[in-house]
């Protein structure tokens, strides 16, 4: 999992590919429980970015990404929102949240390829 340390780095690193988005804070409780196991799943799935940011420290970011709660995950692919989910989340419920987000990206990708074909 990699920690973001500027916003130029937090741009770089969610424009291209499926990226998991994790936004803590340090005192944050329900942050601490599921810290391990985010960090256990970027090591199992190796298809998807997992990036992590401190919601005090980049008040710009979680802003840009509209988080108003912590802890939250932020599903993207090529920079774009997928899903959100927000508080305590078991790592099980996770990882289901990964796949039924990755099923959102590719489902909404085959839409817009019927859409343009329709047009023509």
Known sequence: MFEINTVEEFKEKIVEGFVLVYFYTTWCGPCKMITQDIKELSKEIDDIKFIQVNA?????????????TIPTLLFMKDGKNIEKKAGFTPKQEIQEFIEASKLASQMEAEEEVLEKDALN
């Open 56 to 68: 005090d420290q980049f008040l710009d970011i979680t802003k840009l990404c509209e988080v108003s």
